[in-house]
């Protein structure tokens, strides 16, 4: 007889929603490892304590957006309707199967009017990574940073072009000096530069741009105006934002994230958030991890200035094809001048504004030179190099780079910084912005390397825990053959059996095994 089951739908059962969660499971792992207990303690600030219906407990309710950006749903709504009929998600927000879920506009809501203009993600992130910290997961003496692109919620058709002023770097006091000393080491007259201080969050343009402050015409999106128009070589074109992301050696664990608009250099935030990290965490950093786009001579010697070694790719710079390139021509810094391939010397001429030398040839040596074509074009009659004031920092970098360990650490680079961007983009749905406007993208950049480093405290700390739990099974075997032996093979009073199915018991309590061993 043909059972149809009919009755199948309204069969009442007895369950223990405990027993329906699979022992493997990512959020079991994340729920005993990862104490979320210091989110109440952050949000307690933002609620009132005497006045107003109770509310729902915030970390209830950032577990619910934990769950979101770590299984990839980019939709609060339809987080809320996968957190209804998914088991596993209710036993990891503590409710059990017949319990209301609150309303998706209770998250959005919280978020646009409660904790709108706080630094409520930036703590949390911070939280997170110091559990990491404490379960010595970072040791902080390697640390590799890049940026990646996030699509902006904007069309990048509908914009407008405006004229933007272009802001002084902040090492410009610096560089003026250095142009200056180096000008009187070889002779030269002083320059006058323009003393203007570098501009703050807490300047306004009013009172720091003057009209004779050069400009830059800017697409704006009239969609979302605080994205930026990115036009690399190799990227796509459009409005963007960058996810500037710093990743410790030791776990791939994410030790930093910042967000600015996709037409920000990547060089620009990097010092900063460098020194933020070794303030806030104390890092003990010893080398840092770039790619060929950090490799200017500002920032190399900014990082060289903290005491600090940078294992970094090497800018090709523009050149022809078929025409020498740079490094065709060696620098001797012992008389200051340039030797090209035909042993030719390019002696120094003048240091400019930019910090910039110059060096040239002579133009009877490159009148008969028998390479000329390759060194130069048709217009040109000499031969010219630049070199920064500052390039023996970059020299140091390549040096350091080339050394056995320089080129351990970079070759490590696209292991951790670049699979850390793979796997947020293909896991984690960073490849969009979810929502529009800088603090949001910021937002979402937080906690999706929030539930990144959640994901990898757990496993890691998981397999940890296993491995301790073989070296207990692997001692005890040891024990009962040691036993066999000195009693000539046979055990008093000791059920070998007995002893394994304890021990296992004691595995399952741990969640830490999920077959008999």
């Known amino acids: 007889m043909l059972n149809t089951g009919t009755n199948r739908q309204e069969k009442m059962e007895l369950v223990i929603i405990e027993n329906l969660v699979p022992t493997d499971h990512l959020l079991r792992k994340i729920d005993r490892y990862i104490d979320f207990s210091f989110i109440n303690e952050i949000c307690r600030p933002y609620y009132c304590e005497n006045n107003g219906r109770p509310a729902i407990e915030p970390e209830i309710m950032f577990q619910m957006l934990f769950i979101g950006y770590l299984y990839g749903i980019r939709s609060e709504t339809r987080l809320v309707e ?155 074109k459009g409005f963007f934002y960058l996810d500037h992301r710093t990743v410790d050696s030791k776990h791939s664990i994410i030790t930093d994230t910042y967000v600015t608009p996709g037409n920000v250099n990547d060089v620009k935030p990097y010092m900063e958030r460098l020194k933020y990290q070794i303030e806030t965490f104390g890092f003990p950093v010893e080398t840092v991890g770039l790619d060929a786009g950090y490799n200017t001579a500002a920032l190399c010697k900014e990082i060289y200035d903290l005491g600090l070694n940078a294992a970094m790719g090497k800018r090709r710079g523009c050149q022809q094809k078929g025409k020498y390139g740079k490094y065709k021509y060696t620098y001797l810094s012992e008389w200051d001048v340039y030797i090209c391939p035909e042993r030719n010397y390019l002696e120094y001429v003048t240091t400019d504004r930019n910090g910039y030398r110059e060096y040239k040839c002579k133009n009877d040596r490159c009148a008969c030179c028998p390479r000329r074509e390759m060194c130069l074009s048709a217009k040109q009659t000499t031969k010219s190099i630049r070199r920064h004031v500052w390039e023996d920092y970059k020299d140091q970098a390549y040096a350091f780079t080339h050394t056995e360990y320089g080129k351990e650490i970079y070759a490590r680079r696209k292991e951790t910084i670049e699979r850390s961007f793979a796997d947020s983009k293909e896991l984690h749905g960073l490849r969009y912005c979810r929502m529009r406007g800088l603090a949001k993208a910021a937002e979402q950049c937080l906690f999706t390397a929030a539930v990144q480093n959640m994901k990898k405290i757990a496993n890691i700390l998981s397999k940890r825990d296993i491995l301790q739990s073989v070296k207990l099974y692997l001692a005890f075997l040891a024990c009962v053959h040691k036993t066999r032996r000195e009693n000539g093979g046979f055990v008093s009073n000791l059920n070998t059996r007995s002893c394994r199915r304890v021990l296992f018991f004691m595995f399952i309590k741990q969640g830490t095994a999920s077959t008999v061993p």
């Open 82 to 236: 996968e957190v209804k009929v998914n088991i596993a998600y209710r036993w990891f927000l503590g409710y059990g199967l017949e319990d209301k879920m609150p309303d998706a506009s209770v998250i959005w809501q919280n978020r646009i009017r409660r904790f709108n203009g706080t630094d409520v993600p930036r703590r949390i992130f911070n939280e997170i990574l110091r559990q990491a910290i404490e379960h010595k997961l970072v040791d902080g003496k390697i640390l590799y940073s890049d940026s990646t692109h996030l699509k902006a919620n904007a069309n990048k058709n509908k914009y407008t072009e405006e004229t933007a002023n272009i802001e002084s770097q902040s090492y410009i006091a610096d560089l003026n000096k250095a142009v200056n000393e180096d000008r009187a080491k070889h002779g030269k007259k002083p320059l006058k530069f323009e003393e203007k201080p570098v501009k703050t969050d807490d300047d306004d343009d009013e009172n720091y741009f003057d009209d004779n402050t050069p400009t830059k015409t800017i697409k704006k999106s009239t969609t979302d105006p605080e994205s930026g128009f990115m036009h690399r070589d190799g990227k796509p």
